[in-house]
């Protein structure tokens, strides 16, 4: 009787245990999730492209961005955020719900691997890693395909390395399969470094049996053949891509991308270092402290033999990503959810206790965490070129503006000002010259055309501007408003001009 007793107060413990880290994630995750309008240019640009997925006019697999067609990401990121946006209404909650959908994703990935490896205690400590790692927690909350994706991944991962029985192990396999070819379908070719990663660490550390569940070579296979049916309908219905598809997505981003997305050869090794704390370097400390094991082996065979494929993985894909040009800090995200497995496989002898250090700075991290959610809407119009769009829109409504000029590319805009927002002398969306579809037209106007665009609207008209500079189609504008003189509305980094 006492064993049975003693098996079931641990299960009430365990199950304790679990709930409590659920409620704090759930938190985490989507406590105040809608409380800040969406920062540019990314959340704006991905909210934008969700909303023309859902206007009629416009083809469900045609991705557009402001009307003009945009090819340079497969199209699923915009269909699961419109998806959202039909479901519960246009707004910020909503919007981002993909990325938070992404970040379960990627825990189930996370309990999945750890479990099946190391074990429940793992387990518990590995999804409770990734969950209070930075950068995990601010991408889990910011509309971006990179946390779908990242989600994708690490339960493609733990779904193909799970050791079924029988029918049940192709299953499995299958539905890892399926989970990195969604991984393709939001990031293309990005989700194939951690792929690559993954098996070329199982392969250095001899876990030729995790290789062996995985089949790499076969689901990279059948991830390209299921990955490529949009790539082939566009370039189908525009022969033009081909040349897009081919050099400037695929080629391009390895030698020199021509959105400028450039840096130093160590760039993502640095962002790893800020945003992967707190746990990286409790992960260097357990390991300094049993490198005996490592030093004590003869043979450098033996010696890869006795180190982690976790870390291993998280630092190639530091390496890989390091050694293309283009360099984004977003890349490095897929690497969180295997350090924090390694997190888990170190710390799965431990009891959480906050009487432990790393326990306590959980907390301070939960009150950093709580105090940024509450402050960034204080600060959302003073981000500089990140800047939200919201307030501007919301204090040019109230004094009854039904349309806006702007003289940067902002396009969250029309995710709160609707078809009325045209852009004055901004950059070129075209991607590729002479296709159908790529001459912007509804929403750009050139200095020139701005004038007799003002004199032709017959409703309230107000201009946002987020450049200092003046220049002269900008400053005829405002001198011949019908009130010359009045100063305009500050929000934020912006200044509001009433037109007409």
């Known amino acids: 009787m006492e064993s049975i007793s003693k098996s079931d107060e641990e299960r009430t413990a365990l199950q304790r245990r679990w709930a409590l880290l659920g409620a704090y994630i759930a938190i985490l995750l989507f406590a105040g999730l809608g409380h800040h309008g969406l920062l540019e240019p990314d959340e704006g640009r991905y909210a934008n492209m969700a909303l023309e997925f859902l206007e009629p006019e416009h083809h469900w697999s045609e991705p557009m961005l402001s009307d003009v067609e945009h090819y340079d990401k497969p199209p699923l990121i915009y269909w699961i955020t419109g998806g959202f946006l039909k479901v519960f209404g246009a707004n910020e909650t909503a919007a981002r719900l993909p990325s938070s959908t992404g970040s379960l994703l990627a825990l189930a990935g996370v309990f999945l691997i750890a479990f099946r490896l190391y074990g429940e205690r793992a387990a518990w400590w590995s999804v409770l890693a990734c969950a209070t790692t930075i950068q995990f927690w601010l991408l889990g909350r910011l509309l971006s395909p990179d946390?779908?994706?990242?989600?994708?991944?690490?339960?493609?991962?733990?779904?193909?390395?799970?050791?079924?029985?029988?029918?049940?192990?192709?299953?499995?396999?299958?539905?890892?399969?399926?989970?990195?070819?969604?991984a393709w379908w939001t990031k293309a070719t990005a989700a194939l470094v951690p792929l690559a990663a993954l098996s070329l660490a199982l392969l250095i550390t001899g876990r030729h049996d995790l290789l062996s569940r995985l089949r790499p070579l076969r689901l990279l296979g059948l991830v390209l053949l299921l990955g490529s049916p949009w790539y082939v309908v566009m370039m189908t219905r525009h022969a033009e891509l081909r040349e897009f598809f081919f050099h400037r997505e695929l080629v391009g981003r390895v030698t020199g991308h021509e959105d400028g997305r450039t840096g130093f050869p160590g760039f993502h090794f640095v962002a790893a270092a800020a945003l992967w704390l707190p746990w990286w370097p409790k992960v260097v400390a357990l390991a300094l402290r049993h490198r005996h094991r490592?030093?004590?082996?003869?043979?450098?065979?033996?010696?890869?033999?006795?180190?982690?494929?976790?870390?291993?993985?998280?630092?190639?894909?530091?390496?890989?990503?390091?050694?293309?040009?283009?360099?984004?800090?977003?890349?490095?995200?897929?690497?969180?959810?295997?350090?924090?497995?390694?997190?888990?496989?170190?710390?799965?002898?431990?009891?959480?206790?906050?009487?432990?250090?790393?326990?306590?700075?959980?907390?301070?991290?939960?009150?950093?965490?709580?105090?940024?959610?509450?402050?960034?809407?204080?600060?959302?119009?003073?981000?500089?070129?990140?800047?939200?769009?919201?307030?501007?829109?919301?204090?040019?409504?109230?004094?009854?503006?039904?349309?806006?000029?702007?003289?940067?590319?902002?396009?969250?805009?029309?995710?709160?000002?609707?078809?009325?927002?045209?852009y004055v002398n901004t950059d070129s969306l075209v991607q590729v010259d002479d296709s159908k579809g790529q001459s912007p037209r509804e929403h750009f106007l050139e200095a020139e055309e701005a004038h007799r665009f003002v004199s032709r609207w017959d409703r309230d008209l107000w201009l946002i501007q987020a450049r200092k500079q003046l220049p002269h189609w900008k400053q005829r504008l405002i001198e011949e408003r019908l009130e010359p003189d009045s100063p305009p509305l500050k929000v934020g980094d912006f200044l509001l001009w009433k037109l007409k």
């Open 294 to 422: 490592w030093t004590e082996t003869v043979s450098w065979r033996e010696r890869l033999r006795s180190v982690p494929f976790e870390p291993v993985t998280a630092l190639l894909i530091l390496v890989i990503f390091s050694a293309i040009s283009s360099k984004l800090i977003t890349y490095t995200l897929p690497g969180v959810p295997m350090l924090a497995v390694a997190v888990g496989s170190l710390m799965r002898k431990r009891q959480f206790s906050f009487r432990n250090a790393d326990e306590r700075w959980l907390a301070v991290g939960a009150v950093s965490a709580a105090a940024l959610v509450l402050t960034l809407p204080l600060m959302e119009s003073d981000l500089g070129s990140n800047s939200s769009a919201r307030k501007a829109v919301e204090q040019s409504k109230a004094l009854e503006a039904q349309g806006w000029i702007s003289d940067r590319f902002l396009p969250g805009l029309e995710f709160y000002g609707g078809e009325s927002v045209w």
């Open 147 to 182: 946390m779908l994706m990242c989600g994708f991944c690490t339960l493609g991962t733990g779904l193909a390395l799970w050791e079924g029985k029988g029918p049940w192990k192709w299953v499995s396999w299958g539905a890892g399969v399926l989970c990195w070819t969604l």
